[in-house]
DNA sequence: TCAAAAGTGTTGAAGATACACCCATGG
DNA sequence: CCATGGGTGTATCTTCAACACTTTTGA
């Protein structure tokens, strides 16, 4: 009946600047001291695993109201050089609307690409790589897709969002076709004019 | 920096009788005294989450050498009546031909159809349907189903093991084609003279 | 000789892929 | 008026689903 510490960690992805990226923290504590990690935390006694994750969240990033979803948990004896820490590892999508505050445990959230990461703390390049292949899978049979844009969206955005967590280009006109089929959203009368022919808005029917 | 105890359960799959079922014992020790629960037990402070999940399938059934991948873990905080209590949920495989022994912890280890279960304790009938879903779902793009089989094994029977995960009948001809164009299995000079014309027996091409 | 499971092809439908041009607007 | 991203169809190929009869053997 050994007790065991218990944290989360949370792969958070959005699309920035046409590439998939995910947020780290500067670690201000030993161990792995200035090292880049995925936010997380302890679980505390009276609250659930999703709990936590969202309250490491907001509590180290400011980001609130997120898709979050568990995706495996890692318990390897040695993996926390202070002793033996399982972690259920999140991950979660956001549009990249939401503003980013400095959280009071953690230094600097910031967004890096997942092409070009930094050195990781722990085993978190390994919760990255099981999460962006999670996220890869997911998105052609679910709809994982919308988290990553906000209500409104143009197609191409749409499509856009699918190419930076593919990592290849797609079709257009084949692409629209298997979106229009899944009837998964819909046009509204609007249209939005920041390039030169004015693009119609949709948005995802729940 | 709260310790919380941790499990592990594990739903163990076979084919028996032509149908999925699974093995439950019967809780001796309070809560559930009696009821039917699954396999597993506290995580000791020096072993991996896979290792002890092995470790309690052998202390549990006596069975050992399976196919054995991490399912979900559940932390909902009331769900052990004696306190928090994160179960992290394995799902196994094992062809119809180990031999089940008592374990010394937890009595008559049984094979129960999946389609007929009886109460269980805790949450494990949801710990069951999720192991069960995902069973299915990696049924078709995945090799899984040979681990319900033996080392030599017939067409026929493999795809009865298809047929019972997903528990409908399939076509024989589309069946046999989807496995030969696959290359998963090859075929060997031997026969299985059970029924009336014999059956060529196959093995997995690892 | 017959009951029982083994084995074997074809056709049509649906879905996926490859591919190129015109349109509407802001600058 | 032109540069830019928005928007649209068709032909082909591949994949999946439906469907029935012959073969081999043990009893």
């Known amino acids: 009946m050994t007790k065991l510490l218990v944290t989360v960690d949370i792969v958070l992805f959005t699309i920035r600047d046409r590439e998939l990226q995910l947020l780290l923290i ?27 994750a969202e309250r490491e969240l907001r509590e180290e990033t400011g980001v609130k109201k997120v898709f979050l979803e568990q995706l495996y948990t890692f318990g390897e004896p040695k993996r926390d050089p202070r002793g033996r820490v399982v972690t259920v590892a999140y991950y979660a999508l956001v549009a990249d609307t939401q503003v980013l505050q400095a959280g009071t445990d953690a230094a600097d959230p ?33 709809n994982v897709g919308f988290e990553l844009l906000p209500e409104k969206f143009t197609l191409s955005e749409l499509q856009l969002v ?33 390039g030169r022919k004015p693009a119609q808005l949709f948005r995802f029917t729940s």
Chains 1, 2 share one sequence.
């Open 26 to 52: 500067k670690r201000l504590a030993k161990p792995y001291e200035h090292r880049y990690a995925l936010p997380g935390g302890f679980v505390e006694e009276h609250e659930s695993l999703n709990a936590a």
């Open 110 to 142: 910031a967004w890096y690409p997942v092409r070009e990461l930094p050195a990781l703390a722990f085993d978190h390049r390994k919760i990255v790589e099981a999460a962006h292949l999670r996220l890869r899978n997911k998105l052609d049979y679910s």
């Open 162 to 194: 699918h190419e930076a967590v593919l990592g290849e280009a797609l079709d257009k006109r084949n692409f629209r076709r298997k979106i229009a089929q899944k009837a998964l959203v819909e046009p509204l009368e609007e249209y939005r004019h920041t």
